[in-house]
């Protein structure tokens, strides 16, 4: 079979919180069928148009806001631009009027209360995060089109090939295991950076990659900074405090400072010490996923849920190990994407398939393997790495309290980040040769437990600290 070409810009994805699969993935879905209907010329016979949402979607698609996620990917909107902060007004409006602007262009009579179902008891075969779009016609025709989120971001129509957002290539380097990564590696004496980077060339130009590798970092730093510096309560109901600002404030000191490069100098006059280094990567990985839960910007790496560890790893690169420089942060990156693109060929990178193992440890692993190249580590400790930090991830199962993507999510983040670190350094400190377990072996262990886990534990919010944890959530 051809292998699967993913692109780095496949693995990060710049979107809105909280989720990648009960978010992103659905707003996507939405943008392409109302696209399906405007190339076959019939967008402006649209009269009605209803969405059905199934399993996980359905269950905790509330406190993932997928019927918000829907209705703007049918107004035309872009996660990637969309001023957050227009989130609440649109829908507000949209209720209240009860209309819809299809595309941007078309309005139909809209109530999201009756137009979007919520089939609890109901899942599709192939995916547990799925939905169908139902739209008539003035003539009485009527379609129908069923979407699967399949994880990061990444959507797949009922019966075609996967949607990766690139065209299909032929890569010069094809990779579909942590095998083949390292074959070429050793053919080619190139790093892991260096062959991702070739593998681009597929797509585009080679300062186009590094510009939108860069701009993607820029996203992640402005996340973290914004989160850093944001206090309040979480939206959805758990009435959950955001911890970041305190705890950034606390780290400071009184330092004071006016931008991101002037907090990263304060935040390096602390010293390097390792309670110090420790809470401050902590405070790095809360700080995005709060934003995330925010319905903040944030970028996928690889999913939503997981969108705090690679950040948190990255700036601790870049403030405690003099990473700063454009090139280590590329070569972090192109490593981290790469290792990511494996998992989600071998297993899964979607919580409703896998469990939480799928997203904060495949995050971990990605994070693990990108901090190791970047700190001068061989392709194999690299490698090594990524394995280190799954293996202490498998079996973590997906149990968010009220559906929301708050607990224990938003600490996971900051134990995945530190995992990865460990296992950085336990990598690096290492042999490889005589490692007892590789990558590819616990890709596939982590596969074989995803299917053996109920599927009360995998994004349900049917099981574990889910139900143990007395709540009321009426939106839920």
């Known amino acids: 079979m051809p292998h699967e070409a993913i692109s780095v810009f496949d693995m990060f994805k710049i979107g809105v919180g909280p989720s990648s699969s009960h978010t992103l993935g659905p707003w996507r879905a939405a943008q392409r069928f109302l696209e399906g209907v405007e190339k076959s010329g019939r967008l402006f016979e649209v009269t009605a148009v209803r969405v059905l949402l199934y399993g996980s979607l359905a269950k905790t698609g509330k406190g993932h806001g997928t019927d918000v996620a829907v209705l703007l990917g049918l107004s035309g909107d872009d996660p990637v631009t969309f001023d957050v902060h227009q989130i609440d007004p649109k829908m507000n409006d949209i209720r209240a009027m009860k209309k819809l602007l299809l595309h941007g262009k078309h309005e139909i009579d809209f109530d999201p209360a009756e137009d979007v179902e919520f089939l609890m008891t109901e899942s599709l075969p192939y995916h547990p995060n799925a939905l169908t779009f139902l739209a008539a016609f003035h003539n009485g025709d009527s379609i129908a089109e069923t979407w699967y989120s399949i994880g990061g971001g990444f959507v797949k129509r009922e019966e075609e090939e996967e949607q990766a957002g690139v065209a299909a290539v032929q890569l010069p380097f094809p990779i579909d295991h942590a095998e083949d990564l390292l074959h070429w590696c050793r053919k080619t004496g190139l790093s892991i950076s260096e062959v991702v980077m070739e593998n681009e060339l597929s797509w585009r130009a080679e300062q186009d990659t590094r510009m939108g590798m860069l701009h993607i970092w820029r996203v992640m730093k402005e996340c973290i900074y914004r989160g850093c510096n944001t206090q309040g309560m979480l939206p959805g109901g758990l009435n959950v405090k955001r911890r970041a600002a305190d705890l950034n404030n606390k780290l400071l000191g009184g330092r004071t400072y006016t931008d991101y490069n002037s907090w990263l100098e304060a935040v390096r006059e602390g010293g390097h010490h390792f309670k ?201």
């Open 276 to 476: 110090y280094t420790l809470d401050w990567v902590s405070c790095f990985a809360l700080a995005v996923n709060e934003e995330n839960a925010s319905f903040g910007r944030v970028v996928t790496a690889p999913t939503n849920g997981a969108a705090g560890v690679i950040p948190a790893v990255l700036q601790y690169f870049v403030t405690f190990c003099d990473g700063h420089r454009e090139d280590k942060i590329l070569q972090f990156m192109f490593t981290a994407a790469e290792i990511g693109s494996i998992f989600k060929k071998g297993a899964t990178i979607s919580a409703a398939m896998g469990g939480c193992q799928a997203e904060i440890g495949v995050s971990s692993a990605m994070a693990a393997a990108g901090l190791t190249e970047a700190m001068g580590g061989t392709q194999r400790q690299a490698l090594m790495a990524a394995e280190i930090a799954m293996e202490h991830h498998l079996g973590l199962t997906c149990d968010p309290i009220g559906g929301l993507v708050q607990i224990p999510c938003i600490e996971r983040n900051t134990m995945g980040a530190i995992k990865a670190i460990t296992a950085s350094q336990l990598a690096l400190q290492s042999t490889p040769d005589f490692a007892k377990v590789s990558l590819d072996n616990v890709i596939k262990t982590m596969w074989d437990t995803a299917k053996d886990m109920s599927f009360k534990y995998k994004e349900t919010a049917e099981g574990g600290l889910a139900v143990h944890i007395p709540i009321s959530l009426p939106e839920c």
